[in-house]
């Protein structure tokens, strides 16, 4: 699962189980990745909407 200390996780509820998700962020990146060709690059969108992260 590639889980050490520092690594971000986050827990969701699905039906009757929990999931642990690794890494969400990068997950949410993988997803919009690619979509904004010929506008601001995904990370400029996601730092304008949720903030830039370090």
């Known amino acids: 699962m590639g889980i ?9 509820k699905k039906g ?7 890494n969400p ?4 990146r993988k997803k919009w990745r690619g979509k904004f ?4 690059t995904t990370m ?3 730092d304008e909407v949720r903030g ?3």
Request: proline share 7%; no cysteine.
């Open 44 to 46: 400029e969108y996601m």
């Open 16 to 22: 009757q189980k929990y999931v642990l998700v690794v």
């Open 37 to 40: 060709k010929g506008r601001p």
């Open 4 to 12: 050490v200390p520092g690594t971000d996780i986050d827990i969701r």
């Open 25 to 28: 962020i990068e997950t949410i």
């Open 52 to 54: 830039e992260v370090n």
